[in-house]
């Protein structure tokens, strides 16, 4: 059924696409009855797994580009999530790159975007959270993750400043950060993976949770794209500072893995932008097994990357991960994407 809805879907602009298919996911979850059918329908199995203290139903959740002002967790949450990771969110609002800015490659089952952060800005994400919060406390039902980067006009040398801001707003809504600095599409925020511009902003996070009453787990998300030598420098601030995991991977800028002619002609057009999906899989796993081999499990991973079905997720969980998150796999697999992976695993 929903490879047919898929492919009427497909003759329409994505980012279009996406607006119009969670608006009516919305409408369909505002009415009792029907959020009731879809709740039955999207359940997946749970799976319980505890991590920094929290604990996720299942392994499986929604990674930071979906839902990026938590404007869509109570139907997330319908379709069985274990966890969803909203933004990224900036301090203040931007719109974005210019569109178009998201592209299918379907013949590889892989995405372009370049999107650039496009988002709300933290006080508007915060005060959906704070909603959230009134009905479900921290810690209990659904795994909430912020994703927080810095607005496009920030310099990198005042990048920390705007990590403070959002780590402050959201601290009160989230279960857990992800610093993301690994995004290909906002100028020159790849150069903050640098093991200095790391330590940095990660410390000076780490100093503000400090002063919180409450610790809430700090992670870092990487690309797929980083030298050995780069991700032995991640390892090994990670386990100096104690982060308390990261996220692996995001999109890659390559395109030596796209496979057939279509997607290489539609990517070229397309231009910049990273790329994820099935051509990444195999990249974002490399990069999974060499972190896990240098950390030795003292940091925990969340995979990410060319997710899309058990087998897919049961090959992250065992190169080292303690979670998956899928996104390009929602797309092409639909909403019982969660609820398949768990049945699978």
Not at 70 to 94: K, R, S
């Amino acid at each position: 059924m929903y490879k047919f809805i898929r492919s009427v879907l497909f003759l329409f602009d994505p980012e279009k696409v996406h607006h119009f298919a969670m608006h009516w996911l919305k409408r369909l979850c505002s009415i009792g009855f029907t959020r009731r059918l879809l709740q039955q329908k999207f359940a997946a199995r749970q799976q319980p797994v505890r991590l920094w203290g929290l604990p996720f139903t299942n392994p499986v959740g929604l990674a930071a580009g979906f839902d990026k002002n938590a404007a869509y967790l109570h139907e997330l949450q319908v379709l069985g999530f274990g966890h969803v990771e909203i933004g990224t969110v900036t301090p203040q609002p931007q719109p974005g790159n210019d569109k178009p800015r998201l592209f299918r490659l379907p013949k590889d089952k892989a995405l372009i975007n370049r999107m650039g952060f496009n988002n709300e800005g933290a006080d508007m994400v915060a005060e959906r959270l704070k909603a959230w919060r009134q009905q479900h406390p921290a810690g209990t039902g659904m795994i909430i993750g912020g994703n927080i980067g810095k607005n496009k006009v920030t310099p990198n040398e005042y990048a920390y400043m705007d990590y403070d801001i959002c780590f402050r707003k959201l601290y009160n809504y989230v279960d857990y950060f992800v610093v993301n600095v690994s995004s290909p599409n906002t100028p020159g925020l790849r150069e903050l993976q640098d093991k200095d511009a790391l330590r940095t902003i990660l410390t000076h996070l780490q100093e503000i949770r400090a002063g919180m009453p409450l610790r809430k787990p700090l992670l870092l998300k990487i690309a797929p794209d980083l030298e050995p030598e780069q991700l032995d420098d991640v390892a090994s601030l990670a386990i100096e500072i104690a982060l308390d995991g990261l996220v692996a991977t995001n999109t890659t800028t390559t395109r030596s893995s796209l496979n057939h002619e279509a997607s290489r002609l539609k990517a070229a057009e397309a231009g910049a932008g990273g790329l994820s999906g099935q051509p990444v899989k195999e990249m974002s796993t490399a990069v999974l097994k060499h972190l896990a081999g240098k950390m030795q499990g003292k940091i925990p991973i969340i995979a990410s990357g060319g997710i899309f079905t058990a087998s897919d997720a049961r090959e992250k969980l065992e190169a080292g991960a303690s979670l998956v998150q899928v996104w390009t796999g929602f797309v092409y697999e639909g909403p019982a994407i969660a609820k398949n992976i768990c049945t699978g695993l």
